[in-house]
């Protein structure tokens, strides 16, 4: 692992994780939204004069076709603009990554994803890892305060930092280790130099690599910015590349809120089982 010097360039971000919860007593809209899809997707199986046919095909969303079942709350709290991007992003990992898992943040920043996926991959095995990426040697070192102020050592040494371009990710990743998510966070450094920004061209390369390397039930998971220059076109070719996905073996999601123009977008890629 590298070791960075530390660094008083660090911002804190204001914390939503106490948005409220949309569980009871109401009846979550977006669980009646899915169930609704059910529905729709079982009417497009068959109905036959009203009443449903015995045979046919029938899509139900158990947890293998439908991988974020239990996201539901924070999702509806995005929507609802009560939850910030990257913590509904944070709760779809929760899902998916499990203690001693590998994993990847394609863009450390200011380390606030770094720490999320190690507290997630830590646990006794001590198998876990995080490996972080950045281009720019202020957002490691930022990373590495961070990591140095709120977590124990053990668990830091869980963390490889690599000054790299995330298209390059497959140099450093070990060829034994599947790789259960992979998290890109876009845009630029906060309070750090505007004009070091993710790119369409890279962030399509690095994403070429990271479905090549990704695990079966692994997933890649994208927050992009559009409210500045060049990020609705990075996120065109985010979406045509995960379109271009075949439906055999990958879920591709993407969630934004239609009246919030340069609002965020969340982007998930599942590769399925
Ligand atoms: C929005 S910030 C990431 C925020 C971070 N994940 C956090 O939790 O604080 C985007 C980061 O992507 C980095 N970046 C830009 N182009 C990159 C590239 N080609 N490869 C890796 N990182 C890149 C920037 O230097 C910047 O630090």
């Given at each position: 692992m590298e070791t960075l010097p530390p660094t008083l360039?660090?911002?804190?971000?204001?914390?939503?994780?106490?948005?409220?919860?949309?569980?009871?007593?109401?009846?979550?809209?977006?669980?009646?939204?899915?169930?609704?899809?059910?529905?729709?997707?079982?009417?497009a199986g068959g109905f036959c004069a009203g009443k449903r046919r015995e045979e046919g095909p029938s899509l139900e969303f158990s947890p293998s076709v439908f991988p974020i079942s239990g996201a539901e709350d924070s999702l509806l709290s995005f929507i609802n603009g009560k939850m910030k991007a990257t913590d509904v992003a944070h709760s779809i990992w929760k899902i998916v990554i499990r203690g001693g898992d590998t994993v990847v943040d394609a863009t450390c920043g200011n380390g606030y994803d770094t720490i999320a996926l190690l507290k997630l991959v830590a646990d006794d095995s001590r198998k876990g890892c995080v490996h972080g990426l950045d281009i720019q040697s202020s957002a490691l070192e930022n990373t590495s305060y961070l990591l140095r102020e709120s977590v124990a050592e053990k668990q830091r040494e869980l963390v490889k930092l690599h000054l790299l371009c995330h298209s390059r990710m497959e140099d450093i990743l070990p060829k034994?280790?599947?790789?259960?998510?992979?998290?890109?966070?876009?845009?630029?450094?906060?309070?750090?130099?505007?004009?070091?920004?993710t790119k369409p061209h890279s962030t399509l390369f690095a994403l070429q690599a990271a479905s090549r390397i990704i695990a079966s039930g692994g997933l890649i998971s994208i927050v992009i910015y559009i409210g500045h220059p060049g990020g609705r076109e990075e996120l065109e070719a985010i979406l045509s590349f995960a379109s271009s996905l075949p439906?055999?073996?990958w879920n591709c999601f993407k969630f934004e809120t239609a009246n919030r123009p340069t609002g965020p977008v969340l982007v998930f890629i599942f590769k399925k089982q």
């Amino acid at each position: 692992m590298e070791t960075l010097p530390p660094t008083l360039n660090l911002l804190f971000r204001p914390s939503l994780e106490s948005a409220p919860s949309f569980r009871s007593p109401r009846v979550s809209l977006l669980r009646r939204f899915f169930i609704g899809c059910r529905f729709v997707a079982s009417a497009a199986g068959g109905f036959c004069a009203g009443k449903r046919r015995e045979e046919g095909p029938s899509l139900e969303f158990s947890p293998s076709v439908f991988p974020i079942s239990g996201a539901e709350d924070s999702l509806l709290s995005f929507i609802n603009g009560k939850m910030k991007a990257t913590d509904v992003a944070h709760s779809i990992w929760k899902i998916v990554i499990r203690g001693g898992d590998t994993v990847v943040d394609a863009t450390c920043g200011n380390g606030y994803d770094t720490i999320a996926l190690l507290k997630l991959v830590a646990d006794d095995s001590r198998k876990g890892c995080v490996h972080g990426l950045d281009i720019q040697s202020s957002a490691l070192e930022n990373t590495s305060y961070l990591l140095r102020e709120s977590v124990a050592e053990k668990q830091r040494e869980l963390v490889k930092l690599h000054l790299l371009c995330h298209s390059r990710m497959e140099d450093i990743l070990p060829k034994d280790a599947p790789v259960r998510l992979i998290a890109f966070n876009l845009g630029y450094l906060p309070a750090g130099d505007k004009a070091i920004i993710t790119k369409p061209h890279s962030t399509l390369f690095a994403l070429q690599a990271a479905s090549r390397i990704i695990a079966s039930g692994g997933l890649i998971s994208i927050v992009i910015y559009i409210g500045h220059p060049g990020g609705r076109e990075e996120l065109e070719a985010i979406l045509s590349f995960a379109s271009s996905l075949p439906v055999e073996g990958w879920n591709c999601f993407k969630f934004e809120t239609a009246n919030r123009p340069t609002g965020p977008v969340l982007v998930f890629i599942f590769k399925k089982q």
